[in-house]
Nanobody
Framework: QVQLAESGGGLVQAGGSLSLSCTASGSIYTINGMGWYRQGQGKERELVAQ???????NYADSVKGRFTISRDNALKTVYLQMNSLKPEDTAVYYCNLRGYDSSSWPPAVLDKWGQGTLVTVSS
């Protein structure tokens, strides 16, 4: 079993900052990438940012220049620093991990989601 433990989030005023973290544990054989997605009320889930095991990053256009994703491979943790937050950033943010699960052999493809953490930006 693989678990993702998310922390951070909460309520902040527009222009403020928040940080999220997500730590993976359990039967992880390898991690190819970790990232953050979000889902606003009445909207589809969308990619916010992702980082590969090699450190390559990808951001949604709407957060470029404001959000920074980083990763600590040794701790199996991904971080999302969110600055200059806007009301439209309000959403439930989900951590995602893609890799392989070592609980079976050969390792099975792993695409794991966290439980989500709410970010609310007030105007």
């Amino acid at each position: 079993q693989v678990q993702l433990a998310e922390s951070g989030g909460g309520l902040v005023q527009a222009g403020g900052s928040l940080s999220l973290s997500c730590t993976a544990s359990g039967s992880i054989y390898t991690i190819n990438g970790m990232g953050w997605y979000r889902q606003g009320q009445g909207k589809e889930r969308e990619l916010v940012a992702q980082v590969t095991s090699g450190g390559s990053t990808n951001y949604a256009d709407s957060v470029k220049g404001r959000f920074t994703i980083s990763r600590d491979n040794a701790l199996k943790t991904v971080y999302l620093q969110m600055n200059s937050l806007k009301p439209e950033d309000t959403a439930v943010y989900y951590c995602n991990l893609r890799g392989y699960d070592s609980s079976s052999w050969p390792p099975a493809v792993l695409d794991k989601w966290g439980q989500g953490t709410l970010v609310t930006v007030s105007s």
